[in-house]
């Protein structure tokens, strides 16, 4: 299971919803925010490995929780 969200950043206007993301990383996704940028900014994805929440298919592989946990963060420069 991965969790994506971002971090907040007073910049950055949500014109949808502020989502946060959990899936199944048994296939590819994608994961996507409408925003407005009021100037120029930095845009901070986290995606989480966190533990099972019955979502993923039937018949997959799950591998039983373990304390490993790990964070990855990316930055991306945004301009209006």
Request: with cysteine.
């Amino acid at each position: 299971m991965v969790k994506i969200s971002t971090e907040d950043n007073p910049n950055i206007k949500y014109l949808s919803a502020k989502a946060t993301y959990t899936a199944c990383i048994c296939t590819i996704h994608n994961f996507f925010w409408d925003i407005h940028v009021s100037a120029n900014t930095v845009l901070q994805g986290k995606a989480e490995v966190v533990p099972d929440k019955d979502i993923c298919p039937d018949g997959e592989n799950i591998f039983p929780v373990t304390s490993y946990v790990e964070t990855v963060t990316s930055k991306i420069l945004v301009m209006p």
